[in-house]
C-alpha cells in the first residue's frame, strides 16, 4: 500500500521559509513525477509545483516561481518544498502527489495517482 506523508508546516513571518517533506512508503519517487498543491480557505485546490525527476523537468506556478524548489533524498523516499521568500497569501494547506502525469496533466490533480493528507503553512506578523 502506497502512503505519502507530508510534514514541516507550521507558522512562520512573512519573508521567512519553509521546508515541507513528503515521505513515502511502498514507491521511491524516481520513476514518478512528485507535485505540490495547496489549498486555502474557501478556494479549490490549486497547482504549486512538480518536478519529473527522469528527466529533470520542474514546473511551478507564476506565483512561485523563483521563491519555490522541489528536490529529493538520494534514497527516493523523500521528497520536499523548499519555501522562500514566503508571503501570507501562500497561506494554505499543502499536498503532496506523485504520478505518471502527462504534460498536459502534469499541473492538474487529475495527474497524479497518490496523495497525502496534507499539512498547514500559514504566514502571518
Known sequence: QVQLVESGGGLVQPGGSLRLSCSTSGITFGPYAVGWFRQAPGKEREF???RRWATGATYYTDSVKG?????????????????????????????????????STIQTMRGYTYWGQGTQVTVAS
Open 48 to 50: 504549486v509545483g512538480a
Open 67 to 103: 521563491r519555490f524548489s522541489i528536490s529529493k533524498n538520494t534514497a527516493g523516499d523523500t521528497a520536499y518544498l523548499q519555501m522562500n521568500s514566503l508571503k501570507p497569501e501562500d497561506t494554505a494547506v499543502y499536498y503532496c502527489a506523485a504520478g505518471r502525469p502527462i504534460t
